[in-house]
């Protein structure tokens, strides 16, 4: 039950796009189609943008995207804005109903 | 509209034991899994246990096997989390949430639970 690993930061300007990636192996992210990226601003619960990979959360705008190769998941945020600085955390199905969570990635818009 | 609502959380010594509560709404609870992800402060997120829709079956990470129990009433829409031998490193907030498509779709508030030594 070893976290997935993820870029502690990253950071782009409004308008331009960032990518965050999230690695685990093949007994999680690699073995299986069911990686979720979560949002969270400060003081708040997480709140979910992405699930089986690529498939956007209700109400989450377009300029998400999901995707995965092998034993690493990215999230892409396109277009930044302000209001998408925050902590981003991917997460992934192990097998026998376990989850695991990344480490945790900080967006600053610049 | 869903809504899970966090309660229980508290300062504990070391050893000793606590109950979560998570009140849910806007949906049908009892076709749900539920989980308990817990956040360390300034940390990372990590997943604590999973009940199954009817109770049936439960799940839980190592390191809480055998302290922790995740049960839930159906009747009255309420997930728990019965935490005993409660450890320093068990302090976080606790969040419980909807388990659906593999993910997590609806998160409470949460509720911070400080173990001292």
């Known amino acids: 039950q070893s976290a997935l690993t993820q870029p502690p930061s990253a950071s782009g300007s409004p308008g331009q796009s960032v990518a965050i990636s999230c690695t685990g192996t093949?007994?999680?992210?690699?073995?299986?189609?069911?990686v979720s990226w979560y949002q969270q601003h400060p003081g708040k619960a997480p709140k979910i943008i992405i699930h089986?990979?690529?498939k956007r959360s209700s109400g989450v705008p377009d300029r998400f995207s999901g995707s995965k190769s092998g034993n690493t998941a990215s999230l892409t945020v396109s277009g930044l804005q302000a209001e998408d600085e925050a902590d981003y955390f991917c997460?992934?199905?192990?097998?026998?109903?376990?989850?695991?969570f990344g480490t945790g990635t900080t967006v600053t818009v610049l | 509209e869903v809504q899970l609502v966090d309660s229980g959380g508290g300062l504990v010594q070391s050893g000793g034991s606590l109950r979560l509560s998570c009140e849910a709404s806007?949906?049908?609870?009892?076709?749900?899994?539920m989980r308990w992800v817990r956040q360390s402060p300034g940390k990372g997120l990590e997943w604590v246990a999973t009940?199954?829709?009817?109770?049936?079956?439960?799940y839980y990470r190592d390191s809480v096997r055998g302290r922790f129990t995740i049960s839930r009433d159906n009747a009255k829409s309420s997930l728990y989390l019965q935490m005993n031998s409660l450890r320093v490193d068990d302090t976080a907030v606790y969040y419980c949430?909807?388990?659906?498509?593999?993910?997590?779709?609806?998160w409470g508030q949460g509720t911070l639970v400080t173990v001292s030594s």
């Open positions: 089986e990979v690529s």
């Open positions: 806007g949906f049908s609870f009892n076709n749900y899994y």
């Open positions: 949430a909807r388990a659906s498509n593999y993910a997590s779709d609806h």
């Open positions: 093949s007994s999680d992210i690699g073995g299986y189609n069911y």
């Open positions: 009940i199954k829709e009817d109770g049936s079956e439960e």
């Open positions: 997460s992934s199905y192990a097998g026998s109903n376990i989850f695991v």
